[in-house]
């Protein structure tokens, strides 16, 4: 049981790694797409904007399946101040933290509690072209929409049909898509990683908690030539603008790894 547990924490905090390290070097592999020389349409602006909306907070638990070779599930805790911090801690057998991972504007620090080791990666050292940033990350796990950082509404384009409708922004590095159709309402970045491989995001379920419309399942797919994973997190329990500044701070008694120690560690369990 407890080797199950390690290689779902193995798995987690590698995914981690392999998002925010593997893209030093990387290029995109998508085609930039021009914006329009025209004004956007009203239409598709007011869209766009109906649906990226000011949330301050958020707090969430959540119970997610990691599918690589075999099958795991956790659960755990989200805690977002917009802008400012970031906070996820994973949770194995009778709520016990196995991994946390608090996040900046300026590093991501990752804590392995099962191996008691410690890893502080400086976003500086990243590359935030492609989204490996803190407002990037944030993005991704808190569904900001539409380029958190940016808002750059300039590069959207509509298409309707029979009351349907779908919303893609083409950026450099990432495309996304907000897709109405009938009841439901469904939001897909997909954000290349490496030539070849990418990180897929799709949320679903989108439902009114207290006026602001938010997804209560996301999944999350990280594909290349070596291997195929992904995730799929049902959130519980969300309340928003009521988060408090995070009390976070780094465990004494720690071994601090550097990024490359902590991922072949981890990739060899």
Request: aromatic share 10%; net charge positive.
């Amino acid at each position: 049981m407890k080797n199950k547990h390690l290689k779902a924490l193995a798995w987690i905090a590698s995914a981690v790694l392999l998002v925010l390290v593997g893209c030093k070097t990387t290029q995109s592999a998508t085609t930039p797409k021009q914006a329009a020389a025209e004004t956007p349409k009203v239409d598709t602006l007011a869209i766009a904007t109906s649906y990226h909306q000011n949330i301050s907070s958020l707090s969430a638990q959540f119970s997610m399946q990691l599918l690589g070779n075999k099958l795991f599930t956790l659960s755990g805790q989200l805690e977002s101040v917009t802008d400012k911090e970031l906070m996820v801690s994973v949770k194995a057998l009778f709520g016990i933290e196995v991994l946390r991972i608090y996040c900046t504007p300026t590093q991501a620090v990752l804590i392995d509690r099962i191996g008691r080791r410690i890893c502080q990666m400086p976003f500086s050292e990243l590359a935030p072209e492609l989204g490996t940033d803190f407002y990037g990350l944030q993005g991704l796990l808190t569904n900001r929409l539409f380029d958190p950082d940016q808002n750059n509404y300039a590069n959207f384009t509509l298409n309707t049909t029979s009351g349907d409708w779908m919303l893609t922004h083409q950026g450099k590095y990432q495309t996304e898509f907000l897709l109405q159709a009938g009841k439901f309402l469904q939001r897909t970045i997909i954000r290349s990683v490496a030539k070849g491989d990418y990180l897929m995001a799709t949320y679903g379920a989108v439902t009114d908690n207290g006026g602001i419309q938010f997804p209560t399942t996301a999944k999350y797919v990280y594909y290349s030539k070596e291997r195929s994973n992904s995730v799929d997190v049902t959130f519980q329990q969300i309340k928003f603008n009521q988060v408090t500044p995070l009390n976070f701070s780094i465990p004494t008694g720690y071994k601090t790894v550097t990024v490359d120690e902590l991922k072949n560690q981890l990739l060899s369990l």
